[in-house]
């Protein structure tokens, strides 16, 4: 963002619904967040609360492929063209999925991702890459990264120490050989779950749409009494997790933006629902059949 000039005095359109990250990213560069809520569809940046949120100080759109599942880019890129903004991905947690063909990280102007080790490209460290097709961002980026210096002992602006360590760098192209591979795996596996849970009432699954193909980062699902769910899987030694339990706008640290919950009602339905199931390249169709078997017997079994 900060290679597209953005800064104090400009606004950045970001999912209200989000890792924290997403948002403390705008506001690194002075830039004003404006959240705005997910979709019941695509449960992340939904295009017409995008819309009614653009004004005059509107730079960028964020979209987040949150879980791995592509937004709804054909309708944000509409947007971004006809108001003349730029659209920035954050595809953290989805690289190695396509949207209309296009890789996610290919479709915004300049945009962001991680190798966190957990996401589906990780390193065994920190580390994170920008991609983009425009070369004067993306030399400036370069040269940012390395505190402004284009040439040794030269500095022409006030840069960061963001290199990418070069260990991590070895690991990634060995890990990158398998990400196809992998994410081929948790698309399986994804589909199993959809087929096993499908008939049960209380579970809503994450659906991509049409033109996407997801890069299951986790595997999240919607359901009743969450909680009590997760409590009862546990006792079995089956982990589950929430991504999130708080969304960034009930966060401490961004209490300032005053930004009331009742404004986000997607985003509190899937920060009470959600519940994200195993997944990962190895996991077993049995294991996944148990899993299964003991989500349909918690809801089956008489009230607890
Ligand atoms: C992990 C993540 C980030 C941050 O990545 P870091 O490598 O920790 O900086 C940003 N956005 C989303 C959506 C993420 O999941």
């Known amino acids: 963002m900060l290679s597209l000039g953005i800064g104090p005095g400009d606004e950045v359109i970001v999912p209200a619904f989000t890792f924290f990250a997403s948002i403390s990213a705008v506001l690194q560069t002075g830039a004003k967040p404006v959240l705005a809520d997910i979709g019941t569809d695509s449960y992340t940046l939904n295009p017409e609360k995008t819309e009614a949120l653009i004004n005059s100080n509107t730079k960028v759109i964020m979209p987040v492929h949150l879980y791995g599942i592509p937004a ?5 890129t509409e947007l971004a063209t006809q108001y003349h903004l730029n659209i920035v991905e954050d595809f953290a947690q989805s690289v190695g999925a396509f949207y209309n063909n296009n890789p996610a990280g290919s479709i915004g102007k300049i ?3 991680s190798f966190y080790p957990v996401k589906n490209l ?5 580390g994170g890459i920008i991609t983009t097709n425009d070369p004067d961002l993306a030399e400036f980026c370069r040269v940012f990264r390395n505190y402004g210096s284009p040439r040794k002992y030269e500095f022409e602006k006030i840069g960061v120490n963001s290199r990418l360590d070069e260990l991590q760098a070895a690991f990634l192209l060995v890990k990158l050989k398998y990400l196809d591979r992998w994410l081929k795996e948790k698309n399986k596996i994804a589909l199993r779950y959809f087929k096993n849970l499908k008939g049960l009432q209380a579970v809503k699954f994450f659906k991509p749409d049409d033109l996407s193909i997801p890069a299951w980062h986790i595997f999240p699902i919607c ?3 969450r909680d009590k769910l997760q409590q009862f899987l546990k006792q079995l030694d089956i982990e589950t997790l929430i991504h999130y339990p708080i969304p960034p706008y009930r966060q401490p640290a961004l209490q300032f933006l005053n930004c009331s919950a009742e404004k986000f009602p997607e985003s509190e339905k899937i920060a009470s629902k959600e519940l994200s199931l195993p997944i990962y390249p190895g996991l077993q169709e049995d294991k996944i059949d148990y899993i299964c078997e003991k989500i349909i017997e918690f809801y089956h079994k008489p009230r607890r």
Do not use: I, K
Request: aromatic share 0%; proline share 0%; with cysteine.
């Open 72 to 76: 709804r880019m054909t309708e944000l």
């Open 111 to 113: 945009n962001g991702s």
């Open 122 to 126: 990780g390193a065994l460290g920190d």
């Open 223 to 225: 359901c009743e009494e």
